[in-house]
């Protein structure tokens, strides 16, 4: 036999077939081995979907069901940003987090800051070249910044 009867092992399995197309079948995998093993394996899957299929059906929602989501909600939209992220955070989250934010306050409160006599401010110049700031013309600090070009001004008159 020339023709196999593989896609029609589903509906077999299930019932669907008519009676002469059932007979064929039946006829057909009797004498073709790998329609019969292919017919072994549908078996096999179909026993094994039917496992997962549920047994009964999922239960039902209360009468108060329904009422207890809106009111959920109405709470969640009305809190206040604080609370939601107290909520979301849970407490072992936050005691870590509050724990960590206390230490970098103390840290912070026990900085020294910085005397005025240091930095870029206080620095004392011997002498200043300006040939990097002209361009290709030879203008004097052309493509510059005003804030550079003061800055350079300032350096020029001491």
């Known amino acids: 036999m020339n023709f196999h009867v593989r896609e029609q092992m ?3 399995l299930l019932r669907l077939l008519n009676t002469s197309e059932t007979l064929y079948l039946e006829s057909h995998v009797r004498q073709c081995p790998g329609c019969a093993a292919a017919l072994r394996d549908a078996r096999q899957t ?3 979907v039917e496992l997962l299929m549920p047994t009964e059906p ?3 929602p209360g009468p108060d069901f ?3 989501v809106q009111n959920s909600i109405e709470r969640r939209q009305s809190q206040t940003l604080f609370t ?4 979301q955070l849970r407490p072992r989250l936050a005691y870590p987090l509050v724990s960590l934010a206390v230490l970098l306050v103390a840290w ?5 800051p910085p005397e005025t006599e240091d930095g870029f401010a206080a620095m004392e110049f011997e002498s200043v070249e300006f040939a990097s700031l002209t361009n ?3 203008d004097p600090g052309s493509g510059l910044d005003p ?3 003061n800055f350079v001004e300032m350096i020029r008159e001491d």
């Open 147 to 149: 804030v550079t070009l």
């Open 84 to 87: 939601r992220l107290s909520v």
């Open 46 to 48: 179909r026993q094994c």
């Open 108 to 112: 912070t409160l026990t900085l020294q």
């Open 66 to 68: 329904y009422e207890r």
């Open 58 to 60: 999922p239960p039902q």
């Open 10 to 12: 589903d509906e077999y």
């Open 136 to 138: 290709a013309n030879g």
